[in-house]
Structures are given as C-alpha cells and as structure tokens.
C-alpha cells in the first residue's frame, strides 16, 4: 500500500497538481491548476480501505459535535453518495463501525426518512442523518471531508473535518464548522 500511495505522490508531484479529489469507484481525479487539466488515476483496493478508516473517522467526528441532538437519538442515517473512492463492499465496513454508537444505523436520505414516519410532525428526526458531501486528497497523508449532522431540513450543522494520516493511521487534525441552522 505504502509503494502504490508513493507511486500516486510521486505523480502527483511530477504532474505538478495541486489537488486530488476522490472519485466515485476506485479512482481519484487530479487537477492540475497550473495548466488547467484535470485526470482520473485508479487507486488500489487498498487504498480503498484505507479510505474507510478516514470516512469512519470522520462521521465519528460529525456525531460528536456539541449540537445537542445526540442524548437520545434512535438511530444513525448516513448518505455517502459523495464519500468518492468507496466501493459496494467498503460501505457495509462504514455502516457497521457506527453500530458501536448502540442505536440503528440506516442509509437512507432526508426525504426516506421523513416519509417512513421517522421524524416527527414537524420533520424533526428521531435521530441522526449524517452526510458526506465532498473529499479533497491533498496527498498521501490528508484528507479534508466537507459533511452534515442534520436532524431536520432546517437544524444542520455542516463541517469540514481535515484528517491526516501519521504513522499509517488516520487522525483529525482539525475541525471547522462551516455552517449552522
């Protein structure tokens, strides 16, 4: 895994891009600002996993922001359309990691949610729905995952978690909320 993310460095480098977004399947897509280009490199199934501890890490990081919501919530929904670089077989990794939190953990969006009586009358959610939005790998040791913790259409708190890979495993180095309703 090590060789294949210096190999993907080593390009990224060489191709003088600036940033690398993770792209749906087992591919990333490269810009290079400089010359206004962009490529799509395949990523290996390992990197893939590896993926799955920093999407993990950050949905952990988005249930336990200070919004209050989470005292008695009844289940997790996740919605990793936009968690690009994951396969079919890493997202069942994903949901079953945030069993540990002790409550359902669902995928289904917003609107399912609501329309299968699991919010209230005022479409307030009886738990959770946690959202990636977008992942920019800014290289073999960073990722930076915009997201939501939302418990209605009107109350979310959207974030961008920065996480950094140190001794092969993935931390967050930072936090920042971006919005709030």
Do not use: F
Request: net charge negative.
């Amino acid at each position: 895994m090590k060789k294949a993310w210096t190999i993907l460095t080593v390009y990224v480098l060489l191709a003088g891009c600036s940033s690398v977004n993770v792209n749906e399947g087992n591919s990333i897509l490269e810009t290079d600002q400089q010359h206004n280009t962009s490529k799509t490199v395949s990523i290996s199934e390992n990197q893939g996993k590896d993926l799955v501890n920093a999407y993990g890490l950050a949905l952990d990081t988005l249930l336990s922001l200070d919004h209050g919501w989470d005292n008695d919530i009844k289940y997790i929904s996740v919605e990793l359309n936009s968690a690009q670089g994951l396969t079919d077989t890493n997202i069942p990794v994903i949901v079953e990691n945030l069993k540990k939190h002790k409550v359902a953990v669902l995928q289904l969006p917003l609107d399912e949610l609501v329309k299968q009586g699991l919010a209230d009358q005022r479409g307030v959610l009886d738990g959770i729905l946690l959202q990636i939005q977008e992942a920019t790998l800014t290289d073999d040791n960073k990722l930076t995952v915009s997201g939501k913790a939302i418990k209605s259409a009107k109350q979310s708190i959207g974030t961008t978690i920065e996480l950094q890979k140190k001794n092969n495993v993935w931390e967050v180095s930072n936090t920042t909320i971006t919005t709030e309703s």
